[in-house]
T-cell receptor
């Protein structure tokens, strides 16, 4: 069964802290996406990964294909980073359809 | 980079009316678009796969007569919620795969929040 698990479900941290959000999946994938959803609902695509590591500003995403695991890191976190972060995976046998993680609600306190 | 525009971003309608949501690829052609729905405090769920020039493929449990999907051109897919009911209130998101790109490449719309009164 194709499954995606995210952790933690909720995360509250102080401004400036280093944040890590994890995503694990069950079987082989063709790609993994990290998305950000703001309180109003709007979705922003952050990264698409199939291997290795990507960096954009204070955001870093890594994926370990052997471990079937990806992490999203935020350095020097800021209150404006507060959002729900969602991991979505395209499995090899799924005809490009995405299976979504439940999301991680991140709150950064000033 | 590739941009997908969803419109409207928010819509409020009365029960029994129909609402159309557009998903438009602005600078690329998309043979395949996907429609998702997000229930409150829950994960996103794939509703259907929309292929240009052919009928959409609906996921199990999604009523095709309720949620009409039309992918009439390589840059536009529409989702029409017919005879809307308050339980249809939700957040709807589309994604598009550029023509000729790898399977991994998807661009997401920002989403549309539907409220049915």
């Amino acid at each position: 069964k194709n499954e995606v698990e995210q952790s933690p479900q909720n995360l509250t941290a102080q401004e400036g802290e280093f944040i890590t959000i994890n995503c694990s999946y069950s079987v082989g994938i063709s790609a993994l996406h990290w998305l950000q959803q703001h309180p109003g609902g709007g979705i922003v695509s952050l990264f698409m990964l199939s291997s290795g590591k990507k960096k954009h500003g204070r955001l870093i995403a890594t994926i370990n294909i052997q471990e079937k695991h990806s992490s999203l890191h935020i350095t020097a976190s800021h209150p404006r980073d507060s959002a729900v972060y969602i991991c979505a995976v395209s499995f090899l046998d799924s005809n490009y359809q995405l299976i979504w993680g439940a999301g991680t609600k991140l709150i950064i306190k000033p | 980079g590739a941009v997908v525009s969803q419109h409207p971003s928010r819509v409020i309608c009365k029960s029994g009316t129909s609402v159309k949501i557009e998903c438009r690829s602005l600078d690329f052609q998309a043979t395949t678009m996907f429609w998702y729905r997000q229930f409150p405090k829950k994960s996103l769920m794939l509703m259907a796969t929309s292929n240009e020039g052919s009928k959409a493929t609906y996921e199990q449990g999604v009523e095709k007569d309720k949620f009409l999907i039309n992918h009439a051109s390589l840059t536009l897919s529409t989702l029409t919620v017919t005879s809307a009911h308050p339980e249809d209130s939700s957040f709807y998101i589309c994604s598009a795969r550029p023509m000729g790109s790898g399977a991994n490449v998807l661009t997401f719309g920002a989403g549309s929040r539907l409220t049915v009164l």
